[in-house]
Structures are given as structure tokens and as C-alpha cells.
């Protein structure tokens, strides 16, 4: 888990990165591989969570393909990208995670931020 900190309502966050062959979903029950209806071959899941606390451990809020994260979905490309953008994980709370903390879940390097960005201007 990679500590998020805390979004814009002061709720702490963590992310987990779910890579080809790993175990995820509740008591790692599920594995990430070609027999996963969800598997893209070289596209990781980012999931997010609720930080742990002292007082109740860390719980799931959301799944993201990375690709999706950084704009790259070749169904729906994404002008705007949640890692330039930020993210709302939750329609019903609006919670919501910043474009650091998107950046951060997903290890974002500065030439894939710097490049979306350049293409963002060449849209308008």
C-alpha cells in the first residue's frame, strides 16, 4: 500500500498497484492474470483506499485501470487525464483524490506528465 495522505476533504487515502500475476479483492481471493474477465496484458490496476487507522483498518473505494488514470484508454481517450486532473472516487460522497495523489497511485514519471500536458495543448 502507498500512502496517499489526505484529499481536498481531509480524508486519508491509500492506493494499491495490481500488476499481472498478483492476488487483490477481499482476502486476496482473486488473481490478476488471463483468467481475470478484468486482465489487460501490461495494464496495471490501481486500487483505491480509505487509509488505516488506529481505529478501523484500510477499506476499498475504487478501481482503475492505469492506462484510464493517465488518458490512455483506447476506447475513450481522455483529454483531461485524473492524473493531470484529479479524480472523483465516489459519485454518491464525492470524494475525490487529487492529480498528486493520482500521480503518486499510479507512479506517474514527469516526461508521461510532461507529455500529456504538451497533448492536452495541441487539443485546443
Known sequence: MINLGNNKQGKALSS?????????????CLTYDKN????????????FYYAA???SPA??????YRSTLMGKCEVLP??????TTGLCL?????????????QTACN???HELRLLA????QET
Open 118 to 121: 504538451f497533448q492536452a495543448l
Open 53 to 55: 487507522t488506529d481505529e
Open 16 to 28: 494499491k498497484t495490481i500488476n499481472t500475476g498478483d492476488k487483490y479483492g477481499r482476502d486476496d
Open 90 to 102: 465516489c459519485g454518491a460522497t464525492g470524494l475525490t483524490a487529487t492529480a498528486q495523489q493520482v
Open 36 to 47: 481475470d474477465i478484468y486482465f489487460r496484458e501490461n495494464d496495471p490496476l490501481i486500487d
Open 59 to 64: 477499506y476499498f473505494i475504487s478501481q482503475y
Open 78 to 83: 481522455d483529454k483531461n487525464p485524473a492524473a
Open 108 to 110: 506517474a514519471q514527469g
